[in-house]
């Protein structure tokens, strides 16, 4: 009998113990899992920020990493990038045209009103390095004001990307040392949210004179560096459309003219007669931008028409 008891306590512990693995072995799986990016047919990518995301534009080079390995999706893609901008929307303030940045609300509930429009699945958010100049008497603010952008984009999409900036390639620069302590909010941030998150900031590669075009800002080069980085961080599936190739080319080109196009629709030049305090003085430059809806359309059948195979 105490044998037999002994045997029976035995197997109770082994089948516990196989139990607590399976069940480990089933949470690493769930978080490997969830440490990768996924996109799905239908889906709609805004891409959100400041310098990084809006001189994005010109290159193709982002965009194009993630759409040449869903070349079967019907994927959308828009990017709200704003050079100078912040968590707290201070770059799309109507202020500027006041002398002024204007009042920083009015310029978060533009950027709310832009995402919603978009209807996003998935956002890119790209912050920090503007305002890493409050110096590190400005952390509290930023996580506070990141915090209120994470509520606000957790109620719009499913998923969310954060992005660190990259370091500041100038010969002992002390900026690092403040701009590494919000790339630290944002990675903590976006564990402890639980988003995904691409850092740029830790890239020696990125720190390539080749890689730049003024030690702040980064080059062609620089940003297609920054692809594969992030191809890498976030665990992309194998390309389809082999990167180097004419095809994937033809696509980027595709890419930048259908981006040109929407910046236009929704930054128009006259901005102040379409969306500002002179739009009663012309009510006919605000239809404009809706015009371009066309134009934008045949290039993403263009971009769907260079995706097959």
């Known amino acids: 009998m105490h044998h037999d008891a002994i045997m029976q306590h035995l197997h ?28 799905r047919d239908g889906d709609r ?34 990017n709200l990038g704003w050079d100078g901008d912040t968590v707290y929307g201070h770059s799309r ?12 609300e009015e310029g978060f509930q533009r950027m709310m009103e832009h995402l919603e ?14 305002e890493s100049f409050d110096g590190i008497q400005g952390l509290a603010s930023f996580q506070k004001g990141l915090n209120r952008l994470l509520d606000c984009l957790e109620n719009l999409s499913r998923q969310i990307v954060m992005i660190t900036p990259p370091a500041v390639v100038v010969h002992d620069n002390p900026v690092n040392l403040i701009l590494g302590r919000y790339a630290e909010v944002l990675l903590e941030t976006a564990r402890s949210r639980e988003h995904l998150v691409v850092d740029l900031f830790g890239v020696e590669a990125l720190n390539d004179p080749a890689c730049r075009e003024n030690g702040l800002h980064l080059s062609a080069a620089g940003y297609r560096k920054a692809a594969e980085i992030w191809v890498q961080q976030l665990k992309l599936p194998s390309v389809r459309i082999d990167f180097n190739n004419s095809r994937a080319d033809k696509v980027r080109q595709a890419i930048i003219k259908k981006n040109t196009l929407y910046f236009h629709r929704w930054r128009p030049r006259n901005d102040a007669f379409v969306f500002g ?12 931008p809706l015009q371009l809806e066309p134009y934008i359309e045949q290039q993403e059948q263009r971009i769907r028409k260079f995706l097959k195979p």
Do not use: M
């Not at 799986?29 to 996924?38: D, P, R, Y």
């Not at 305090?277 to 006919?284: M, Y």
């Open 277 to 288: 305090e002179r739009r009663d003085e012309q009510k006919i430059a605000q239809k404009e």
């Open 12 to 39: 109770a512990f082994v089948a516990l113990c196989a139990w607590v693995l399976c069940t480990v072995s089933l949470a690493a799986q769930e978080t490997n899992a969830a440490e990768a990016l996924s996109l």
């Open 93 to 104: 303030a109507g202020g500027r045209r006041r002398q002024v940045f204007g009042d920083a």
């Open 117 to 130: 429009s978009e209807k996003p699945s998935v956002v890119f958010v790209a912050y920090g390095f503007n």
């Open 45 to 78: 990518v805004v891409f959100l920020g400041n310098t990084f995301f809006e001189r994005a534009l010109d290159h193709g080079y982002l965009e194009t990493s993630l759409t040449v390995r869903w070349p079967e999706k019907r994927i959308i893609f828009r």
